[in-house]
């Protein structure tokens, strides 16, 4: 309890530190400017594709559920990944989203938090291979290396599971999963992801779809380093430092990183928190007897 505490501590002191930064090169003057004059029809846009990034979750949720526990309801999955979100925002690399599995009624506990860690591994990998591929077209083509790496762990991860300590005792469950369904998902979850930031990015400027999706790529792999609040401050530093390649200026990269957050973190965590303030909300189902 005392590590956990500490680790969330270290989170919000670091978040607070990048926050501090960001705020030393660009004055908070600067970013409520930028939002202000905001084209707010570009946002409405990117809000509308909220509840199609939570149904690709769903889906690929219920996809992993239905392994395990046959008949579960769509109501009863996406309450599961709503509850989630209001545990990962205090969880380093979002690794609540594991929370999930204990938000699905009758069902064996101990398979749905494999199933959900194995969900969080293909979000992982995906939003990896997406940063990867950019970083060789900007960088350096040796990254492609990593995108192999990263191909070979994805397709070939069932059987590295029967390998690993924990994992091997889940095999046969893990062997039922259909890793190209769940590639593929994963894959347009992220892209759904990087098409919302590029909406937000034109509402504060216009920007080439092709260069805006190659730097909002690799400004969610910085992202995916766990050392802030749910990505809060480095976000916003990595889209100061990449998009001003395609002149956007400080306050608008930051502007528009802020508000990714705000739409999919921040309402889905609040519907979370909410979910959890109900009188008869759904507690944390209990595992039956084997």
Not at 49 to 77: A, D, G, H, M, Y
Not at 254 to 269: C, D, G, K, V
């Amino acid at each position: 309890m005392i590590k956990k505490k500490s680790h969330l501590i270290f989170k919000i002191i670091i978040s607070i530190l990048f926050l501090i930064f960001l705020f030393y090169i660009i004055k908070p003057q600067q970013i409520l400017t930028a939002l202000k004059n905001a084209d707010v029809i570009w946002v409405l846009l990117a809000l509308l594709l909220l509840p199609l990034n939570l149904f690709l979750q769903s889906i690929r949720w219920k996809f992993l559920v239905t392994l395990s526990k046959e008949k579960v309801s769509n109501k009863e999955i996406l309450s599961s990944i709503l509850y989630s979100f209001s545990y990962s925002i205090f969880t380093p690399a979002r690794l609540g989203e594991i929370g999930r599995a204990f938000h699905i009624a009758n069902s064996k506990k101990d398979e749905m938090v494999v199933l959900a860690f194995y969900e969080k591994f293909f979000a992982f990998c995906s939003l990896m291979l997406f940063g990867l591929i950019s970083l060789s077209f900007h960088a350096s083509f040796y990254y492609l290396i990593a995108v192999i790496i990263v191909l070979i762990l994805m397709f070939f991860s069932k059987n590295i599971a029967q390998h690993l300590p924990y994992f091997k005792k889940f095999t046969i469950i893990l062997k039922k999963v259909h890793t190209a369904k769940i590639f593929v998902i994963s894959l347009l979850f992220v892209f759904v992801y990087i098409f919302q930031f590029y909406l937000i990015l034109n509402a504060f400027k216009p920007v080439n779809i092709f260069s805006s999706f190659f730097f909002i790529s690799i400004v969610m792999l910085v992202n995916a380093i766990p050392i802030t609040f749910s990505g809060l401050g480095l976000r916003e530093l990595a889209s100061v430092y990449f998009f001003k390649q395609l002149l956007i200026e400080p306050g608008q990269a930051a502007s528009a990183s802020l508000l990714l957050f705000a739409i999919n973190i921040l309402i889905p965590t609040l519907s979370g928190f909410i979910l959890h303030l109900r009188p008869t909300h759904t507690k944390i189902a209990e595992s039956e007897v084997q």
